[in-house]
T-cell receptor
Framework: AQKITQTQPGMFVQEKEAVTLDCTYD???????LFWYKQPSSGEMIFLIY??????QNATEGRYSLNFQKARKSANLVISASQLGDSAMYFC????????????FGTGTRLTIIP | EPEVTQTPSHQVTQMGQEVILRCVPI?????FYWYRQILGQKVEFLVS????????KSEIFDDQFSVERPDGSNFTLKIRSTKLEDSAMYFC?????????????FGPGTRLTVL
């Protein structure tokens, strides 16, 4: 079974600052993927970034980067130069890299950007 | 850009009634999923579907639930006799062939309210 833990229920960050959202995971799978999704107040789930367990380099997508520390089983999301539009719920998720690859989600972190 | 669509956006029903939630996955995708999110909680996996059959289902997905892909484009979730606790946001997701990347694309969700 896979498990995702997000220990920060809420965070407040000043606009233009960088922010790190924590995510730790537990799995017995050797090959897996880690994901971050953003859920604004409108409710949709927006994919942000993906990291494969065998990827040697940390994933980056624009202002988003994933700080992947395999030995520590952590996959923290870093948002650089935060913007007001970044205010949302952020979910970390994982799936095995075989079979039908259902996503297991964490409880999420509500990020609020302060002007 | 192709996207997953879901209808209706909001469904209100009486307890005990049947509801059908509809999804149109991305056209060349092969794997289909339903997730639900009770208000304020994390996203939970319900069921995955591949090659016209259920691949995996969670404990939530009991006999009251069923899925169907009646034609080449639609993917439906039926709840036979709704309960108050079925009130949630229901997300459909789809994924293409595995390759080296296994992002699931989410639809905008259907908010189900059971009275």
């Amino acid at each position: 079974a896979q498990k995702i833990t997000q220990t920060q229920p809420g965070m407040f960050v000043q606009e233009k600052e960088a922010v790190t959202l924590d995510c730790t995971y537990d799995t017995s799978d050797q090959s897996y993927g880690l994901f971050w999704y953003k859920q604004p107040s409108s409710g949709e789930m927006i994919f942000l970034i993906y990291q494969g367990s065998y990827d040697e380099q940390n994933a980056t997508e624009g202002r988003y980067s994933l700080n992947f520390q395999k030995a520590r089983k952590s996959a923290n999301l870093v948002i650089s130069a935060s913007q007001l539009g970044d205010s949302a719920m952020y979910f970390c998720a994982m799936s095995p890299n075989f079979g039908n690859e259902k996503l297991t989600f964490g409880t999420g972190t509500r990020l609020t950007i302060i002007p | 850009e192709p996207e997953v669509t879901q209808t209706p956006s909001h469904q209100v029903t009486q307890m005990g009634q049947e509801v059908i939630l509809r999804c149109v996955p991305i056209s060349n995708h092969l794997y289909f999923y339903w997730y639900r999110q009770i208000l304020g909680q994390k996203v939970e996996f319900l069921v995955s579907f591949y090659n016209n059959e259920i691949s995996e289902k969670s404990e939530i997905f009991d006999d009251q639930f069923s899925v169907e892909r009646p034609d080449g484009s639609n993917f439906t979730l039926k709840i036979r006799s709704t309960k108050l606790e079925d009130s949630a946001m229901y997300f459909c997701a789809s994924k293409g062939d595995r390759g080296s990347y296994n992002e699931q694309f989410f639809g905008p969700g259907t908010r189900l309210t059971v009275l």
